[in-house]
């Protein structure tokens, strides 16, 4: 089974929450011929009247089936009525304004793909890029420039069942108002110690009104996830990518600036029973 993709995402991109299935380890958090149910939050951006949502499948590696057909049958939309503050768990907060690293480390991808310029613990999280990045050309021979690196986690935080997990990252910039549409695209990933399953949510600066940190204020965003039964008793994986992609380098159809600093100031991890998720609308 190739890896399999849930999105919902802002009319305009500036948001999007996506659900991952890999078949890794035992794959049994990946769809077969049995139908099975994804249950995926996501938060709609204010002042947003609509939002989009797509499944994708991808195949990277030779050894997945690239003949698998994947279905999908039905979706169903549910509102959340607000969830009662009082009845949550704080699982974890980590403070980087005063703990430094708390234990996150610098983890770069592949070699292909060019890290940022800085990574620094002195004032929170921070990644920055590097001007200009590294010219690379993609399949078509079109230059393209890409910087991708993060700051990542194993905890010892065990996904339990019948939970509903909130993470509230909080984030800052050194973009002021005027630029902060050049902000990098930023993301939050949660995943669990099997790798089967992950939860993103990707912040991009798609246009002025967008919300994004800037001028030094610190901007939070709520990642909501639910473990289903596949992983439960394993453990959270968390990390804070940067990705700045530039596809027509020598044109204007990318304005992020990769010199603009990106920090991650604190992160706060709790945990409600799932019966707090009441519905109030489908």
Same mark, same amino acid.
């Given at each position: 089974?190739?890896?399999?993709?849930?999105?919902?995402?802002?009319?305009?991109?500036?948001?999007?929450? @996506?659900?991952?299935?890999?078949?890794?380890?035992? !794959?049994?958090?990946?769809?077969?011929?049995?139908?099975?149910?994804?249950?995926?939050?996501?938060?709609?951006? +204010? #002042? *947003?009247?609509?939002?989009?949502? /797509?499944?994708? @499948?991808?195949?990277?590696?030779?050894?997945?089936?690239?003949?698998?057909?994947?279905?999908?049958?039905?979706?169903?939309? /549910?509102?959340? +009525?607000?969830?009662?503050?009082?009845?949550?768990?704080?699982?974890?907060?980590? /403070?980087?304004?005063?703990?430094?690293?708390?234990?996150?480390? @610098?983890?770069?991808? *592949?070699?292909?793909?060019?890290?940022?310029?800085?990574?620094?613990?002195?004032?929170?999280?921070?990644?920055? #890029?590097?001007?200009?990045?590294? &010219?690379?050309?993609?399949?078509?021979?079109?230059?393209?420039?890409?910087?991708?690196?993060?700051?990542?986690?194993?905890?010892?935080?065990?996904?339990?069942?019948?939970?509903? $997990?909130? &993470?509230?990252?909080?984030?800052?910039?050194?973009?002021? +108002?005027?630029?902060? +549409?050049?902000?990098?695209?930023?993301?939050?990933?949660?995943?669990?110690?099997?790798?089967?399953?992950?939860?993103?949510?990707?912040?991009?600066? !798609?246009?002025?009104?967008?919300?994004?940190?800037?001028?030094?204020?610190?901007?939070?965003?709520?990642?909501?996830?639910? !473990?289903?039964?596949?992983?439960? #008793?394993?453990?959270?994986?968390?990390?804070?990518?940067?990705? $700045?992609?530039?596809?027509?380098?020598?044109?204007?159809?990318?304005? /992020?600036?990769?010199?603009?600093?990106?920090?991650?100031?604190?992160?706060?991890?709790?945990?409600?029973?799932?019966?707090?998720?009441?519905?109030?609308?489908?």
């Amino acid at each position: 089974m190739p890896v399999f993709r849930v999105r919902s995402s802002s009319q305009d991109f500036q948001r999007s929450d @996506v659900l991952v299935s890999t078949p890794v380890s035992d !794959a049994s958090f990946s769809p077969w011929t049995t139908p099975r149910d994804y249950t995926h939050y996501f938060m709609q951006p +204010a #002042g *947003q009247d609509k939002f989009r949502l /797509d499944i994708d @499948v991808l195949s990277f590696e030779p050894t997945e089936a690239s003949n698998v057909r994947t279905s999908l049958d039905r979706v169903t939309v /549910d509102a959340i +009525a607000p969830i009662d503050e009082e009845v949550g768990t704080n699982l974890r907060t980590y /403070d980087f304004l005063n703990d430094r690293t708390a234990n996150w480390t @610098v983890r770069p991808d *592949q070699p292909i793909i060019q890290l940022p310029g800085v990574f620094n613990d002195e004032n929170g999280l921070l990644i920055r #890029g590097v001007s200009p990045p590294q &010219l690379l050309r993609d399949d078509k021979n079109v230059p393209i420039e890409i910087l991708f690196g993060y700051w990542g986690s194993d905890t010892n935080i065990t996904f339990e069942s019948d939970k509903l $997990y909130r &993470l509230r990252w909080s984030v800052s910039s050194d973009a002021t +108002a005027l630029n902060r +549409a050049a902000l990098p695209t930023f993301r939050f990933r949660t995943n669990d110690s099997s790798l089967m399953l992950s939860t993103l949510v990707n912040i991009d600066s !798609a246009n002025a009104n967008s919300r994004v940190p800037f001028d030094g204020a610190v901007e939070s965003y709520d990642m909501w996830l639910v !473990a289903p039964a596949e992983v439960v #008793g394993n453990t959270m994986i968390l990390s804070f990518d940067y990705l $700045y992609v530039n596809k027509a380098p020598t044109g204007s159809l990318d304005i /992020d600036d990769p010199m603009l600093g990106i920090t991650l100031t604190a992160l706060e991890i709790t945990s409600f029973p799932i019966s707090a998720a009441q519905t109030v609308t489908k």
